[in-house]
């Protein structure tokens, strides 16, 4: 009796632990969120306020070791309005060693700030360089498919990526006459039977993967409808990028370098603008580029525990939006910061941020704007 | 905006050129005993790299490197293969992260 009861027992047991054993598949929910405080004097008028939470959920469905689907929601409040968004949604494929194709929404490869670096948590600033985001020039994501890998050199590193995408829409002013000519990169649905062709080289030269250097392209032959006389319009982008990470001894700490170099070009086209209730035409040389570079430094070789977890933070960026245009526009930006991580996922940063913008969507003159912010950024 | 262009450009260019050179060392790696492999002859050897120490130069090329102890086995292969498509590393290098990171959880 009684080796009856043991027996049914480790059965029972055994049944229980085989419950804990990991499934072939693997879901798993990840993500990161940000809040946080800003004070903005912008040439004298001064607004401050807290920050509704932004959440942005993670989706990672693991089939195998080769397939995977990943999508990334962004749920932010505007004002009294939530904003949603899809920023990615794609499933891949590991090929071989060398090759895994994607396919779907998914970020770009343009430089390495939107794919890489753009996360609150990663950021090592509450705002991003200019030249990103919304009126950026540096396109974040699209829908198509691409093809990526790297390669080892015996010591150097190679990493490419090539895709081809629905590509951007131009906006041709009927809609908001005050950013005609600009490249839409948040338009998904495609306006022509043109694509976006698109890549990026990565070299890390040392054998200690410190540094990386790439170089990007995005070209289209056509950025308007195919009924618009804006469908031969077409674009060229590229981007320099380079990153430097390495701990350096005498310095106690961690020295971290990132620039990214964006140039856009877009054909000359006429657009139009209404004045008195005439409708004039105009054209410009469409030409814009941005630059940021930022420095960051960690002193994890401190003696003292509180100052490991501080990050001393600085960055220069610019914008030149195209003489001529209604959204012609000259920028520069200094950001400086102090980040206090409390893992290594989760920091809080102060920081200030001065910018000088001439001109920008049909205003005149120069605009000085000033900004304190304190952010708290959480990866999960 | 040509010339600030090239200027730019050049600037990136130089930085890129000025830590390579800086970087340059005729030290040889220090070969400890779990990080070296000898293959070939006897003059022709690789040194091979342990998961830990790619655990802290690649992570740290975007990110703080995150503490094995946060996540599960399970865990850790879903992020590895999310991270090795994100960060485009090679294969040996997540490979080898992969295991320091499940060994050391």
């Known amino acids: 009796m009684t080796l009856i009861i043991l027996g049914l027992g480790s059965s029972a047991l055994a049944q229980t632990y085989n419950t804990f054993e990991p499934s072939k598949t693997q879901f798993m929910l990840r993500g990161y969120g940000h809040t946080g405080f800003e004070y903005l004097d912008t040439g004298g008028e001064q607004e401050s306020t807290f920050l509704g939470a932004t959440f942005a959920p993670i989706f990672l469905y693991k089939h195998s070791d080769k397939l995977m689907f990943e999508a990334e929601l962004e749920f932010e409040l505007e004002g009294n309005e939530l904003k949603t968004g899809l920023e990615y949604a794609d499933v891949m494929y590991v090929l071989n060693k060398h090759m895994t194709v994607r396919a779907g929404k998914f970020l770009l490869p343009f430089g390495t700030f939107m794919e890489r670096l753009h996360p609150a948590w990663i950021n090592r600033l509450p705002s991003r360089p200019l030249g990103f985001g919304h009126d950026g020039i540096a396109p974040a994501s699209d829908i198509g498919v691409e093809l990526r890998g790297a390669f080892d050199l015996g010591g150097p590193k190679l990493n490419y990526a090539v895709y081809v995408t629905n590509g951007p ?42 540094m990386e250097w790439g170089i990007s392209a995005y070209t289209t032959n056509s950025t308007g409808a195919e009924d618009s006389d804006y469908k031969d319009v077409g674009a060229f982008l590229w981007a320099l990028d380079l990153s430097y990470v390495k ?16 140039s856009s070009n ?16 105009y054209s410009f040389d469409n030409q814009s580029s941005s630059f940021y570079t930022q420095l960051s430094y960690r002193p994890i070789m401190s003696g003292s525990d ?33 980040n206090y991580w409390l893992s290594w996922r989760s920091v809080v940063k102060f920081s200030y941020q001065t910018t000088k913008m001439e001109g920008g969507h049909d205003s005149d003159g120069t605009t ?3 900004g304190l912010f304190v952010h708290w950024a959480i990866g999960f | 905006m040509k010339t600030t262009t090239n200027f730019k450009a050049a600037i990136i260019l130089s930085v890129m050129a000025s830590i390579m050179v800086a970087c340059s060392s005729n030290k040889k790696p220090i070969a400890t005993d779990t990080a070296t492999e000898v293959a070939g002859s006897e003059v022709d050897f690789k040194i091979e790299k342990s998961g830990a120490q790619l655990w802290g130069e690649v992570c740290n090329r975007c990110h703080i490197a995150p503490s094995p102890a946060d996540y599960n086995d399970t865990d850790w292969e ?3 293969l999310h991270m090795r498509v994100r960060a485009n590393l090679t294969e040996e290098e997540i490979t080898k992260i992969e295991s320091f990171l499940k060994s050391a959880n």
């Open chain 2, 78 to 80: 879903t992020i590895s």
């Open chain 1, 247 to 262: 701990s350096i001894t005498p310095l106690q700490g961690v020295v971290d370098i990132k620039a990214q170099y964006n």
């Open chain 1, 169 to 210: 829409r131009i906006k041709d002013g009927s809609e908001e006459p005050e950013e005609a000519g600009m490249l839409d990169f948040g338009y998904y649905e495609d306006v022509n039977l043109a694509k976006a062709l698109g890549g990026r080289i990565g070299l890390l030269p040392l054998s200690d993967s410190s």
């Open chain 1, 368 to 370: 000085r704007t000033n």
């Open chain 1, 306 to 338: 509180f100052m490991k977890q501080l990050e001393f933070v600085g960055r220069y960026s610019d914008f030149n939006a195209p003489e001529g245009a209604e959204w012609e526009e000259k920028s520069t930006q200094y950001a400086f910061g102090l």
């Open chain 1, 266 to 281: 877009v054909d000359t086209a006429t657009y139009y603008e209404i004045e008195d209730g005439i409708s004039e035409p």
